[in-house]
């Protein structure tokens, strides 16, 4: 027995050595049948040899798919192999030519790059065929309304079914069917994660069959970057939105201006950006802008513009006293005032010439970024600034006010009133939704006729469990959750002005941006009804910039991100600890096509799933 043991280790070693030596790995995955993990073995251990990513696609009964479709009907644990991008096509799409024409600018630009960055790190290695059973993939897509541009109301919904109608033709059918072209984009997004590269077999692979429809739960799934704080080169926007789209999320919040930097050139007032940029090479031009809008929208994603006043206005509003206007703003760069921030500044909402500039800027932006809503700001209005100016006192005492806090009120409530009719004559008359950020403002009494419930979006970004959310929502109005103890990124690094804490520390781990559910934190609140539950529109995550720039942006999102997206297009039935092994997967997927994203385990983990968590794991004994 001694003997035969021997012998069978040396066997065991003589072909570990053969396979080192002919560059061959060792290695294999087998797929533990009760827990639907894969792990890393030697092959010699394994009486069938997998390779990583068959193992992963063919263990667990959802695949790796990020997020989880809303109605998973039939994935096949057989699997079948192409070897060239050329093997997959689009046979047809029945839609008008405008959608026609983005289905193949987004399959051959964007969905054959997935396919090529899946081909290990060579991508000109030799391709198959090493046997004859690979197939060719011919995709059918109907779109039944043509629609170009993304809103609140598009369907986004898809089916997608995929069939080996014969085996003896080696032929596979994929059928998409979508009522726009973004349903038809996110099931090609699907459609590419039921695809992967088998290292072994130096060929592609792709579940057999397959039956899919699903759609988003929140119409609205999002993220806000600001771009004032630090000025973002579109190169790393770009790489945002990417990120994004991998993951279904639909709305890039862009964050336009702010008290210490105003980054756009518009074409009504340049001197905006002359006076507002950082640099004059750190300005967004209208170039730039559409140029981000059309990359948006082929993956799926609109920009909705925030244009923040009265509060958050400063720098770039100089220019008025100089060129006629009189004063546009008052206190910019103001060191005597304590303004959250560090950096004051505020509208100044008596000057009628402010009205002639918001129009102008409303205007080229609603023609630079069509987008259904746009954001006004208005949060964190200081209303000692105004008070220092004798502009606003004169004005108060010819109203016969005393300056008491209601009457700073009713001249935030000015404010508001004119610059909501300004937007809708910047739009041609046409009302369009505005959105605000929740402030002192809508938690006074009868502030619904300072923001009419009709034209009124309130974007909620204090805490989750404060009564800001139920309070809205019963007064009528929709809302969008930023709740800054769940979903602000930019925090745990401490205070960027002294050591104290930051304000929204500490930092926002994934596993519980995953297990936040907003619908069901709104039904935790007494007196909440569900038949309100739909003013719920969805959420973003906060991305501000006071410690991030560039070439650090999408680190701090990614894969975090993800977390958030499953949660918010699924609403699935599950915790972290049953979606973290497709997470850690979706975020090799990220980096593998080119987007940097924080490590969360090590990488051994991501080969030997599910034998990470120890301690915290209620399952295993601490020590």
């Known amino acids: 027995m001694v003997l035969k043991?021997?012998?069978?280790?040396?066997?065991?070693?003589?072909?570990?050595?053969?396979?080192?030596?002919?560059?061959?790995?060792?290695?294999?995955?087998?797929?533990?049948?009760?827990?639907?993990?894969?792990?890393?073995?030697?092959?010699?251990?394994?009486?069938?040899?997998?390779?990583?990513?068959e193992c992963k696609m063919t263990c667990s009964d959802v695949g790796t798919l990020w997020p989880?479709?809303?109605?998973?009907?039939?994935?096949?644990?057989?699997?079948?192999?192409?070897?060239?991008?050329?093997?997959?096509?689009?046979?047809?799409?029945?839609?008008?030519?405008?959608?026609?024409?983005?289905?193949?600018?987004?399959?051959?630009?964007?969905?054959?790059?997935?396919?090529?960055?899946?081909?290990?790190?060579?991508?000109?290695?030799?391709?198959?065929?090493?046997?004859?059973?690979?197939?060719?993939?011919?995709?059918?897509?109907?779109?039944?309304?043509?629609?170009?541009?993304?809103?609140?109301?598009?369907?986004?919904?898809?089916?997608?079914?995929?069939?080996?109608?014969?085996?003896?033709?080696?032929?596979?059918?994929?059928?998409?069917?979508?009522?726009?072209?973004?349903?038809?984009?996110?099931?090609?997004?699907?459609?590419?994660?039921?695809?992967?590269?088998?290292?072994?077999?130096?060929?592609?692979?792709?579940?057999d069959q397959v039956l899919i429809t699903d759609a988003p739960y929140f119409p609205h799934r999002g993220i806000s970057v600001d771009t004032a704080r630090q000025f973002i080169p579109i190169q790393y926007l770009k790489k945002v939105i990417d990120g994004m789209s991998f993951n279904k999320l639909n709305t890039f919040h862009w964050h336009l201006s702010d008290s210490q930097s105003f980054p756009v050139e518009l074409p009504s007032f340049p001197q905006l950006a002359q006076y507002g940029a950082y640099y004059e090479n750190e300005v967004y031009s209208a170039e730039d802008i559409l140029d981000l809008v059309e990359y948006a929208m082929l993956r799926g994603i609109r920009l909705v513009p925030e244009l923040d006043g009265p509060r958050h206005a400063a720098n770039g509003w100089q220019f008025g006293e100089i060129e006629g206007l009189g004063t546009l703003a008052f206190c910019i760069n103001d060191d005597e005032l304590r303004c959250r921030g560090g950096v004051c500044g505020l509208l100044n909402p008596i000057n009628p010439n402010l009205y002639i500039v918001l129009e102008g800027i409303f205007r080229d932006l609603r023609h630079l970024i069509p987008s259904d809503q746009f954001h006004?700001?208005?949060?964190?209005?200081?209303?000692?600034?105004?008070?220092?100016?004798?502009?606003?006192?004169?004005?108060?005492?010819?109203?016969?006010?005393?300056?008491?806090?209601?009457?700073?009120?009713?001249?935030?409530?000015?404010?508001?009133?004119?610059?909501?009719?300004?937007?809708?004559?910047?739009?041609?008359?046409?009302?369009?939704?505005?959105?605000?950020?929740?402030?002192?403002?809508?938690?006074?009494?009868?502030?619904?006729?300072?923001?009419?419930?009709?034209?009124?979006?309130?974007?909620?970004?204090?805490?989750?469990?404060?009564?800001?959310?139920?309070?809205?929502?019963?007064?009528?109005?929709?809302?969008?959750?930023?709740?800054?103890?769940?979903?602000y990124l930019g925090c745990g690094q401490g205070s960027w002005g002294d050591k104290a804490p930051a304000h929204c520390d500490p930092f926002k781990q994934w596993r519980d941006i995953y297990d936040f559910d907003p619908l069901d934190n709104y039904l935790a609140f007494?007196?909440?009804?569900?038949?309100?539950?739909?003013?719920?529109?969805?959420?973003?995550?906060?991305?501000?910039?006071?410690?991030?720039?560039?070439?650090?942006?999408?680190?701090?999102?990614?894969?975090?991100?993800?977390?958030?997206?499953?949660?918010?297009?699924?609403?699935?039935?599950?915790?972290w600890t049953q979606a973290e092994i497709r997470f850690i997967h979706q975020r090799q997927r990220i980096v593998e096509r080119g987007v940097i994203a924080e490590s969360v385990q090590m990488y051994w983990c991501h080969q030997n799933e599910g034998r990470c968590r120890v301690f915290g794991d209620p399952s295993v004994p601490e020590p």
């Not at 950020?437 to 309130?458: A, C, H, K, M």
């Open 376 to 487: 006004l700001g208005a949060d964190e209005v200081v209303f000692h600034c105004w008070n220092k100016s004798m502009e606003i006192q004169n004005w108060m005492f010819d109203q016969g006010m005393s300056g008491t806090k209601d009457d700073f009120y009713a001249l935030w409530h000015l404010y508001q009133t004119n610059t909501l009719e300004t937007l809708i004559r910047a739009n041609d008359g046409q009302r369009i939704k505005a959105t605000v950020w929740t402030s002192s403002l809508t938690q006074r009494d009868n502030f619904d006729q300072v923001l009419p419930v009709e034209d009124y979006i309130i974007q909620i970004w204090t805490n989750h469990d404060e009564p800001t959310l139920p309070n809205l929502i019963g007064q009528g109005y929709e809302v969008i959750l930023s709740h800054e103890d769940v979903y």
């Open 526 to 575: 007494e007196g909440s009804e569900i038949d309100r539950s739909d003013q719920i529109l969805g959420a973003e995550l906060g991305m501000w910039m006071e410690q991030t720039y560039g070439p650090t942006l999408e680190a701090q999102i990614f894969p975090r991100s993800a977390a958030f997206a499953e949660r918010m297009w699924t609403k699935p039935n599950l915790n």
């Open 68 to 207: 989880l479709p809303t109605n998973l009907e039939y994935l096949s644990k057989a699997l079948v192999t192409f070897d060239q991008v050329e093997d997959i096509s689009i046979a047809t799409c029945d839609c008008d030519a405008i959608t026609e024409g983005l289905v193949n600018t987004f399959f051959n630009d964007v969905f054959l790059g997935y396919l090529k960055a899946m081909r290990a790190t060579d991508p000109d290695i030799p391709t198959g065929p090493f046997t004859q059973d690979t197939f060719q993939v011919e995709i059918t897509i109907l779109v039944e309304n043509p629609q170009e541009s993304l809103t609140l109301r598009t369907d986004e919904s898809y089916s997608l079914s995929i069939i080996s109608d014969d085996l003896n033709s080696k032929k596979l059918s994929v059928g998409i069917r979508a009522s726009t072209y973004f349903g038809a984009r996110h099931a090609m997004e699907t459609l590419s994660q039921l695809i992967s590269w088998n290292n072994q077999k130096n060929t592609f692979q792709i579940h």
């Open 5 to 53: 043991t021997c012998d069978t280790l040396t066997l065991v070693g003589f072909l570990f050595i053969l396979q080192v030596i002919h560059g061959e790995s060792p290695y294999s995955w087998e797929c533990d049948s009760i827990k639907r993990t894969c792990s890393k073995v030697l092959t010699s251990q394994t009486t069938a040899p997998l390779d990583f990513m």
